[in-house]
């Protein structure tokens, strides 16, 4: 399944709302957002989509394109799989392994809050049911690189769902914003 069958239930115009905490001990505040979902350059699918922070506006854009099936390799620094199935606990299941057959995912993300003036490039794999699941590595101040979970959850055609996860070395990956989309009317 390419980029573009998968999202085809959620390409057009999404209503809907978003939640985001800092650290896992948070509460989560809760704001709206919208989201456009579009096939660009024949290949590609852009989410183009805006929030709030504390009341002022933010706004992100993921593209997203077919690739080869991501391969965790020992020693990359990729979460173990303990930390994995940490990510099933907050409702999103473990990444899909590298199987044959499996198409890849690859994206360049970039949001005015979480990302910064850097954009983040993330690659994993679709899986069966149309989920795609991503992972990018940013510097932190010291030590080892941090990392990013971005999955796009494309509905029915009725509604759809982006989680985002951090990952921090030595701990589970936890849920640090879900954004829950429905059809605009």
């Known amino acids: 399944m390419t980029i573009i069958e998968s999202l085809a239930p959620f390409t057009g115009s999404w209503q ?3 939640l985001l905490r800092i650290m896992p001990t948070d509460e989560y505040q809760e704001s709206v957002s919208a989201a456009t979902v579009t096939v660009t350059a024949g290949a590609f699918v852009t989410i183009e989509y805006t929030w709030q922070h504390e ?3 933010q706004s992100g854009l993921l593209l997203l394109g077919s690739g080869p099936a991501a391969v965790s390799e020992e020693g990359s620094g990729a979460p173990e799989e303990e930390d994995a199935a940490a990510v099933s ?5 473990a990444p ?3 199987a044959a057959g499996t198409q890849g995912a690859k994206a360049v993300w970039v949001d005015s809050f979480h990302s910064g003036p ?3 490039t ?3 794999n679709i899986d069966d049911d149309g989920v795609i699941r991503l992972t990018g590595w940013y510097p932190a101040p010291s030590g080892p690189d941090w990392g990013w979970q971005i ?3 494309p509905g029915d055609g009725n509604g759809g769902r982006i989680t985002m996860h951090n990952m921090v070395p030595g701990h589970d990956p936890y849920q640090v914003v879900e954004a829950t989309y429905r059809r605009q009317a």
């Open 16 to 18: 809907g709302h978003n």
């Open 55 to 57: 009341g002022k506006p």
């Open 151 to 153: 999955h796009v959850h």
């Open 122 to 124: 993330l690659d994993g």
């Open 96 to 98: 899909a392994d590298a």
């Open 89 to 93: 606990d907050v409702g999103d299941g």
């Open 118 to 120: 850097e954009w983040l």
